[in-house]
């Protein structure tokens, strides 16, 4: 990349442009304040004029009374007119300083006309307060010193003509007083000027403080705070916004490069992905960062649910093109969800939890895709909300159950061992699947709840199993970043008796990764303890091997959509072949889910799997029925792997 040369001349351009930027704001600032102090001093000029026509009726002569009753009645008819009606407001700088000019110039021309009947050497002071006049309502140093030195010189000029004395007598008041009324005016504006350098000081910090608690520090991007503002002002009536979308776009594999290469690898990667997010909705209303990997899009303009299927979508896709943080490419993906107004909601408060489920929906079923909301999901919303009042009344212990389904070992030709499945018979509900009951006691705080009641049940099953088999129990995302829950596991598998070994813990790797560091450390503690470990569903979410080393594992157990694959001939095969490779060097034991059929039996086994698992081999069972199967397997087991 070639860096553009930068010319010194260009930069001393541009900060000679900056200063002049600034001194034509603080002079315009100035006139601001001087505004209000020529407004007022023109209704006193006024009248001070209007009730000088009097004192000209008793001392000038008809034809001087004439022109200067007229003259002080014209004068003090323009200053009331230029106070009430063309300075009432300030509107520019040359607005004031052409009025406080026409203002000097009345004065002087009152005085000039009033020596030309006077021409006596004593009236000749009165240039001196012409000059006062001038410097108190001149807007612009300019004006301020026109008026002046016209007085000035119109005083010494007639003074003059006077003769000697008079020219010198009057050239040292004139002198003196110009000193003085250039010290005070320089004094006032001084005064002036600092004030309105402070303000503008202020309201540039003000404004930057404003500013930046509205901007997000990192991506330069609106905040949340500014999102939210916006997001309401689009809600208010007088908006008139018609239908518009929000979204939120939330980062999938961010917190694994954050936890294993730092916070400045991540704060860069964040910079990146704000930037790559703003090329692509250039034309959106905005783009902000809620807060940690997740953004956020207001999406104004008319466009068709399909078009922002494929908007969206295009941008998930940029975000899966590799990213050059320093000396390092990084791979992150992200996944979306969509809510409109007003189909989804009318509040900021109903639009953005709508999004949010979207997301959620996308993050559970379509990682890696945008999901619009619709009519589907606010009855999962519904039924969410139905599942997690009941879950806070239920008395979990009487309703939740385990069931177990047989994990095979094909070259011993034996049962090794059993995962527990939970499962939820609600006598307000009936049969809720696990997956519901599950995520709504995530999102209400009930998870440990659960995980106790079926971790003691499953543990009271384990008791009545022989020894050497072994029981895997899920743990949920909330549980591995909980160090709460992780002790109370840790405590309850220590009161049960039952051995440690047993027990095999399995996670995914999307909760593993919901938080690296946290997850890793729970995982570390319970493998400390004795239990085995084993990371579920490997290949549905990040299936880096950068990250498999860095946690205690076990096993392994391949994504159940990788056996339907089997069927495909070399590709299914290999994919298998390569995950059991990956397990063996890595001394991890490797299973199979997902085997239902005698033709997919015979691919993993030609795959060189091991371990299985599937309804082939048998359905979740009660830990009654489990002990019939365990009875009874030797001839089925020897039967179903011939």
Same mark, same amino acid.
């Given at each position: 990349?070639?860096?553009?040369?930068?010319?010194?001349?260009?930069?001393?351009?541009?900060?000679?442009?900056?200063?002049?930027?600034?001194?034509?704001?603080?002079?315009?600032?100035?006139?601001?304040?001087?505004?209000?102090?020529?407004?007022?001093?023109?209704?006193?000029?006024?009248?001070?004029?209007?009730?000088?026509?009097?004192?000209?009726?008793?001392l000038?002569?008809?034809?001087?009374?004439?022109?200067?009753?007229?003259?002080?009645?014209?004068?003090?008819?323009?200053?009331?007119?230029?106070?009430?009606?063309?300075?009432?407001?300030?509107?520019?700088?040359?607005?004031?300083?052409?009025?406080?000019?026409?203002?000097?110039?009345?004065?002087?021309?009152?005085?000039?006309?009033?020596?030309?009947?006077?021409?006596?050497?004593?009236?000749?002071?009165?240039?001196?307060?012409?000059?006062?006049?001038?410097?108190?309502?001149?807007?612009?140093?300019?004006?301020?010193?026109?008026?002046?030195?016209?007085?000035?010189?119109?005083?010494?000029?007639?003074?003059?003509?006077?003769?000697?004395?008079?020219?010198?007598?009057?050239?040292?008041?004139?002198?003196?007083?110009?000193?003085?009324?250039?010290?005070?005016?320089?004094?006032?504006?001084?005064?002036?000027?600092?004030?309105?350098?402070?303000?503008?000081?202020?309201?540039?910090?003000?404004?930057?403080?404003?500013?930046q608690?509205?901007?997000?520090a990192?991506?330069?991007?609106p905040?949340?705070?500014?999102?939210?503002?916006?997001?309401e002002a689009?809600?208010?009536?007088?908006?008139?916004?018609?239908?518009?979308?929000?979204?939120?776009?939330?980062?999938?594999?961010?917190?694994?490069?954050?936890?294993?290469?730092?916070?400045?690898?991540?704060?860069?990667?964040?910079?990146?992905?704000?930037?790559?997010?703003?090329?692509?909705?250039?034309q959106?209303?905005?783009?902000?960062?809620?807060?940690?990997? &997740?953004? *956020?899009? +207001? =999406?104004?303009?008319?466009?068709?649910?399909?078009?922002?299927?494929? @908007? !969206?979508?295009? /941008?998930?896709?940029?975000?899966?093109?590799?990213?050059r943080?320093?000396?390092?490419?990084?791979?992150?993906?992200?996944?979306?969800?969509?809510?409109?107004?007003?189909?989804?909601g009318?509040?900021?408060?109903?639009?953005?939890?709508r999004?949010?489920?979207?997301?959620?929906?996308?993050?559970?079923?379509?990682?890696?895709?945008?999901?619009?909301?619709?009519?589907?999901?606010?009855?999962?919303?519904?039924?969410?909300?139905?599942?997690?009042?009941?879950?806070?009344?239920?008395?979990?212990?009487?309703?939740?159950?385990?069931?177990?389904?047989?994990?095979?070992d094909?070259?011993?030709?034996?049962?090794?061992?059993f995962?527990?499945?939970a499962?939820?018979?609600?006598?307000?509900?009936?049969?809720?699947?696990?997956?519901?009951?599950?995520?709504?006691? &995530?999102? *209400?705080? +009930? =998870?440990?709840?659960?995980?106790?009641?079926?971790?003691?049940?499953? @543990? !009271?099953?384990? /008791?009545?199993?022989?020894?050497?088999?072994?029981?895997?129990?899920?743990?949920?995302?909330c549980?591995?970043?909980?160090?709460?829950?992780?002790?109370?596991?840790?405590?309850?598998?220590?009161?049960?008796?039952?051995?440690?070994?047993?027990?095999?813990?399995?996670?995914?790797?999307?909760?593993?990764?919901?938080?690296?560091?946290r997850?890793?450390?729970?995982?570390?503690?319970?493998?400390?303890?004795?239990?085995?470990?084993?990371?579920?569903?490997?290949?549905?979410g990040?299936?880096?091997?950068?990250?498999?080393?860095?946690?205690?594992?076990?096993?392994?157990?391949?994504?159940?959509?990788?056996?339907?694959?089997?069927?495909?001939?070399?590709?299914?095969?290999?994919?298998?072949?390569?995950?059991?490779?990956?397990?063996?060097?890595?001394?991890?034991?490797?299973?199979?889910?997902?085997?239902?059929?005698?033709?997919?039996?015979?691919?993993?086994?030609?795959? !060189?799997?091991?371990?299985?698992?599937?309804?082939?081999?048998?359905?979740?069972?009660?830990?009654?029925?489990?002990?019939?199967?365990?009875?009874?397997?030797d001839?089925?087991v020897?039967?179903r792997?011939?």
């Amino acid at each position: 990349m070639t860096v553009p040369q930068v010319d010194a001349a260009d930069i001393l351009l541009e900060e000679e442009a900056l200063r002049r930027a600034d001194a034509l704001l603080l002079q315009q600032e100035v006139a601001k304040a001087i505004h209000p102090i020529i407004a007022r001093a023109l209704t006193p000029l006024a009248t001070y004029f209007g009730g000088i026509i009097i004192v000209y009726y008793f001392l000038e002569t008809t034809g001087g009374f004439l022109v200067m009753s007229l003259l002080s009645a014209i004068t003090a008819a323009l200053l009331l007119m230029a106070e009430h009606r063309w300075l009432a407001d300030y509107r520019s700088i040359r607005q004031l300083e052409a009025a406080s000019a026409v203002v000097g110039l009345l004065i002087y021309a009152n005085i000039l006309a009033f020596l030309h009947f006077h021409p006596e050497p004593a009236r000749l002071s009165y240039f001196i307060l012409s000059m006062m006049s001038v410097v108190t309502v001149g807007a612009t140093l300019r004006v301020v010193i026109g008026g002046a030195v016209l007085s000035l010189s119109t005083m010494l000029w007639m003074a003059y003509g006077l003769g000697p004395d008079i020219f010198e007598q009057y050239a040292m008041l004139g002198i003196a007083c110009a000193f003085v009324a250039f010290g005070m005016v320089l004094l006032m504006r001084n005064a002036i000027g600092r004030a309105v350098k402070a303000r503008i000081l202020a309201d540039a910090l003000r404004g930057k403080a404003q500013e930046q608690a509205h901007k997000d520090a990192l991506t330069d991007l609106p905040n949340r705070r500014r999102f939210f503002i916006e997001l309401e002002a689009l809600l208010e009536p007088e908006a008139n916004s018609g239908p518009f979308y929000m979204g939120i776009i939330d980062l999938d594999g961010f917190k694994p490069v954050n936890d294993l290469y730092g916070h400045a690898v991540g704060d860069e990667l964040l910079i990146q992905v704000g930037e790559r997010l703003r090329s692509i909705f250039v034309q959106e209303h905005m783009v902000a960062r809620l807060g940690g990997d &997740e953004f *956020s899009l +207001l =999406i104004t303009r008319p466009i068709t649910d399909a078009a922002l299927l494929a @908007l !969206g979508r295009r /941008a998930i896709e940029s975000l899966r093109r590799p990213f050059r943080v320093g000396d390092r490419d990084v791979t992150i993906s992200g996944s979306g969800g969509f809510a409109q107004f007003p189909r989804n909601g009318r509040t900021a408060s109903e639009i953005y939890e709508r999004a949010d489920h979207a997301l959620y929906s996308a993050k559970s079923h379509r990682r890696g895709d945008i999901v619009i909301f619709d009519d589907r999901h606010e009855a999962d919303i519904g039924n969410m909300g139905r599942v997690e009042q009941v879950l806070r009344i239920t008395d979990l212990n009487r309703e939740l159950s385990v069931v177990f389904q047989p994990q095979v070992d094909v070259v011993a030709r034996r049962t090794v061992g059993f995962e527990a499945l939970a499962r939820w018979d609600s006598s307000r509900l009936g049969k809720v699947a696990p997956d519901i009951f599950i995520a709504a006691a &995530e999102r *209400s705080g +009930l =998870i440990e709840m659960v995980t106790e009641t079926l971790l003691r049940k499953t @543990l !009271g099953a384990m /008791a009545d199993l022989p020894s050497d088999i072994r029981v895997a129990f899920n743990l949920s995302a909330c549980d591995l970043v909980s160090e709460r829950s992780i002790a109370n596991i840790c405590s309850i598998v220590r009161e049960s008796g039952i051995e440690p070994g047993r027990l095999e813990f399995e996670i995914t790797e999307t909760a593993m990764m919901t938080d690296f560091e946290r997850a890793r450390q729970a995982l570390t503690t319970l493998s400390e303890m004795g239990c085995r470990i084993a990371l579920d569903d490997f290949g549905s979410g990040y299936s880096s091997f950068g990250y498999i080393h860095r946690f205690p594992l076990n096993k392994i157990k391949t994504d159940r959509g990788f056996v339907s694959q089997l069927g495909d001939g070399a590709i299914g095969h290999n994919i298998i072949r390569a995950m059991v490779d990956l397990c063996r060097n890595l001394d991890l034991d490797c299973l199979v889910e997902g085997v239902e059929t005698v033709g997919q039996m015979e691919a993993a086994q030609a795959a !060189g799997a091991r371990y299985v698992q599937g309804y082939y081999f048998g359905r979740p069972m009660p830990v009654a029925e489990v002990l019939e199967y365990l009875s009874a397997e030797d001839d089925r087991v020897e039967r179903r792997v011939s």
